[in-house]
Every structure is written in structure tokens, then in C-alpha cells.
């Protein structure tokens, strides 16, 4: 466990003059993160401390006063937390990603907590969505397996080319954008779709590939669910970089063992809390993973797509940047 707990009063003395000396408890944090934190934080005059626990009500001792705190995506924050947290003194929570999906915001709000996001740069989880879907095309999976164990034949089936299809992104916000952007330079035909439903039936039934880059929310939950599933097109492949329930996953399954799909890239999951970002070789995975895993035409990945270096630079400077400016506005 990363566990960092300076000599605050020492340290808040020689925070840079003219900004508010500002602490900040920060749960969940990798190495990289952590040296990032301890990097930046002088520059924005914030004393942190650091910690690889996740927040809990076991953990909340270690705010220590602070009224500001820094989570990550990485499990779910029950609303017993949120309250011990508030009860501590909490005032603020800063989420280190886009969604809020994993904390009850209304609820924190009730018991006096304002929950914030950060932005990062889009252009990671562009990147690698792009990567993703020609990934997908050229058959990447089998062929690193089958390479692996030194099988160099080539796959039964050619690849498709991305200028010959039509790709359909749902959700229009900074990351969707950044899609676009990128697909524009494939040649391939390019829909859009924000919040109208009428227009996503329509995108479903025209696109070779969706990719999904809308929040998760109560009417976003299985966006994509058993009929809308229906409504794609015959072999087409979904994309999903944004977050696991906008997906009905056993729909999902039932479609591509039938072979109404042509395949799956999956960087998010429903029930990935407690597998992704750990080494699960010896412990038992959900059914749906195992299918899943265990398909030619899926590609699963853990989460990953954010994280860059690009990204994490902005992540743990707007996280910092939030909390100044909310001890700002008190």
C-alpha cells in the first residue's frame, strides 16, 4: 500500500505564497499516480495524503481533518462511506475520471458533499478506441494467440478495411469528437448520435461498427439491450470504451454465440469491479466474462484505454486544480 503522510504543519508553511494552502486526502492511488501527486502539489500549494487503500469506512481515519478528498473509478463508494466521510469533515469529493457512475451524487449532496469530475485529455481513450476497432477488423486476437505458441498461419478469414464501412458513434461529447476526428482520416462513412433515440435506431441499423462514448446513467443503463441489439446490422462489431452497463452483457453474449454479431472490443465490462485491475489467475471469473473471453471475435481489455502519461498529467493536476478552487469559492 502507497501511504504518504508528511509533517503538515511544516509543509503548508512553504506551500507557494499567494495560494491557499489547501489539504487533500487521495485514495485508490497507484505509483504513477502517487509520484505525480507528489510532483504537482506544491505548485498548486496542496499537502497531500496518499494512499493506494480505497476509500472506505475502514479508510475514512485517514482524512485527518482534510476537507477535500480524491477517489478513483475504480470501486463503487456506498452511500455508508459517503457518510463517514462527511462526518469526518468531508466537503468535497474529486472523482479522477469523466464519470460519476460509482458514487451517488445526489446522496453525497444531501449529507453536504459536492462531487466533481476531472477532464483529461480525450485523445487517450480516442486513441485507443480507434486501435480497438481495427483491431477487430484484422482478426488481432486469434492471430497474438495462435502467434504465441509459435502457430504462424494466417487467419481463415481476411480482414475488412475501415474506409469501406460505415461507423457509428454514439455519444457526441470530447471523447466522441475525438473519434470522429480520428475516423475522418480512414475514409470511412461517419454517424453521430447524441441523446435522440430515433437517430440512434437509426445508427444501429446502418453502421458495420458502433462505438459507445455516452456517460452511464438511469437512461443511459443497457443502452444497448436485447432489441436494440436486434436492430444491428448482420455481422456488425460494438465497441465499447466508455462504461460496461451501457451494454446488456448477456444480450450481448446471446447475440455474438448466435452470430447476429461479428464481433465484440470490449475495454469496460458490467461487474468489473474486483477483476479488472487485479491478477485474477487463481480465482474463479463471472460466466459472462469467461464466453466472452473464451470467443475468436472478442477482444477485452481492462480498462485501460485512459491510461496514458498525457492522461494522467491531466488528471492529477485538474484534481488538484478542483480542490483549490472549491476551498476558493468557501
Known amino acids: 500500500m502507497l501511504h504518504s503522510d508528511p509533517a503538515r504543519a511544516a509543509d503548508r508553511r512553504s506551500a507557494s505564497p499567494g495560494v491557499p494552502n489547501v489539504g487533500i486526502t487521495v485514495y485508490g492511488c497507484g505509483r504513477d499516480e502517487a509520484a505525480l501527486f507528489r510532483a504537482e502539489s506544491p505548485r498548486f500549494g496542496v499537502v497531500p495524503t496518499i494512499t493506494g487503500a480505497a476509500v472506505s469506512e475502514a479508510t475514512v481515519d485517514l482524512v485527518s481533518g482534510d476537507r477535500c478528498v480524491s477517489v478513483d473509478h475504480k470501486v463503487r463508494i456506498p ?18 475520471s469523466v464519470g460519476f457512475d ?28 480507434v486501435m480497438l476497432m481495427l483491431m477487430a477488423l484484422r482478426n488481432a486476437a486469434p492471430m497474438v494467440r495462435r502467434v504465441d505458441v509459435h502457430d504462424y498461419r494466417l487467419n481463415d478469414t481476411p480482414g475488412r478495411e475501415l474506409r469501406d464501412l460505415t461507423v457509428g ?17 480512414f475514409g470511412c462513412r461517419v454517424m453521430t448520435c447524441g441523446k435522440r433515440r430515433a437517430a440512434l435506431d437509426q445508427l444501429l441499423s446502418l453502421s458495420d461498427i458502433v462505438t ?9 443503463y443497457h443502452l444497448l439491450d436485447g432489441r436494440r441489439i436486434a436492430q444491428m446490422r448482420p455481422g456488425a462489431i460494438v465497441v465499447n470504451t466508455g462504461r460496461g452497463s451501457l451494454i446488456d452483457t448477456d444480450a450481448l ?43 475468436p471475435n472478442v477482444l477485452i481489455s481492462p480498462h485501460t484505454a485512459y491510461h496514458t502519461d498525457h492522461a494522467l498529467r491531466d488528471i492529477v493536476a485538474n484534481s488538484l486544480l478542483n480542490c483549490v478552487n472549491f476551498e476558493r469559492r468557501m
Open 79 to 96: 452511500n455508508a462511506t459517503v457518510l463517514a466521510l462527511s462526518r469526518a469533515g468531508v466537503a468535497y469529493i474529486c472523482t479522477r
Open 102 to 129: 460509482h458514487i451517488d451524487v445526489s446522496y453525497a449532496a444531501s449529507v453536504g458533499i459536492l462531487v466533481e469530475n476531472v477532464i483529461y485529455s480525450p485523445d487517450s481513450v480516442a486513441d485507443y478506441t
Open 169 to 185: 458513434v454514439v455519444g457526441t461529447g470530447r471523447i466522441g469528437a475525438a473519434v470522429v476526428d480520428r475516423l475522418r482520416g
Open 212 to 220: 459507445l462514448h455516452t456517460p452511464l446513467n438511469a437512461e443511459t
Open 253 to 295: 453474449v446471446a447475440a455474438l454465440e448466435g452470430g447476429e454479431l461479428g464481433g465484440a472490443a470490449l475495454d469496460v465490462l458490467e461487474g468489473e469491479e474486483g477483476v479488472f485491475y487485479a491478477d485474477c489467475g487463481d480465482k474463479p471469473l463471472g460466466s459472462a466474462l469467461m464466453k466472452l473471453q473464451g470467443m
